[in-house]
T-cell receptor, first 111, second 113 residues
Framework: GDSVTQMEGPVTLSEEAFLTINCTYTATGYPSLFWYVQYPGEGLQLLLKATKADDKGSNKGFEATYRKETTSFHLEKGSVQVSDSAVYFCGLDTGRRALTFGSGTRLQVQP | DTAVSQTPKYLVTQMGNDKSIKCEQNLGHDTMYWYKQDSKKFLKIMFSYNNKELIINETVPNRFSPKSPDKAHLNLHINSLELGDSAVYFC????????????FGDGTRLSIL
């Protein structure tokens, strides 16, 4: 079945550090890929998405590129801020009309 | 204005009880979902409804029964609560089935004593 694997957290970084959160997936067909973010006490919000191979999704300084050859969708940001502290979920949609999420990676950014 | 609202935010109850969680969306969306997030943060789809019709019903015990009185509401009723039901339950909605983004509520944290 469909599945998403994310690196375990927490990931602790200092402000302005470079961020990478790894995400790989297993799916039949050609899924759309997403990153959602969950700030403390809130629901998930879509951060960025990519719908086909080699697409790059970007938002708020975050980027992720759909790599079909490595079945990956790693999240990156060049310079994190304290306000980026949250839980990040990688997800995919194979057209089953619901998302399959990874287990989430908690990011803690220290001033 | 809260787009997707769930009540209650916290629910603490004893094993064996029956409880309901309510969800309402004011976005005019046709599709609503229930997700369960367990203690390890895994987030899994439970149900989805499109225009009050059940579309997705994952492998969920039949103690869980969703009810959609209209397309703006999707309530979750749970009978005979068990310890393993402790989790955060998220409601979400999207314009149409399969659309992104999905808009999530803030979650209901259910704790079973």
């Amino acid at each position: 079945g469909d599945s998403v694997t994310q690196m375990e957290g927490p990931v602790t970084l200092s402000e302005e550090a470079f961020l990478t959160i790894n995400c790989t997936y297993t799916a039949t067909g050609y899924p759309s890929l997403f990153w959602y973010v969950q700030y403390p006490g809130e629901g998930l919000q879509l951060l960025l998405k990519a719908t086909k191979a080699d697409d790059k999704g970007s938002n708020k300084g975050f980027e992720a590129t759909y790599r079909k050859e490595t079945t990956s969708f790693h999240l990156e940001k060049g310079s994190v801020q304290v306000s980026d502290s949250a839980v990040y979920f990688c997800g995919l949609d194979t057209g089953r009309r619901a998302l399959t999420f990874g287990s989430g990676t908690r990011l803690q950014v220290q001033p | 204005d809260t787009a997707v609202s769930q009540t209650p935010k916290y629910l603490v109850t004893q094993m064996g009880n029956d409880k309901s969680i309510k969800c309402e969306q004011n976005l005019g969306h046709d599709t609503m979902y229930w997700y369960k997030q367990d203690s390890k943060k895994f987030l899994k789809i439970m149900f989805s409804y499109n225009n009050k019709e059940l579309i997705i019903n994952e492998t969920v015990p039949n103690r869980f029964s969703p009810k959609s009185p209209d397309k703006a509401h999707l309530n979750l009723h749970i009978n005979s609560l068990e310890l393993g039901d402790s989790a955060v339950y998220f409601c979400a909605s999207s314009q149409e089935l399969g659309d992104q983004p999905q808009h999530f509520g803030d979650g209901t944290r259910l704790s079973i004593l």
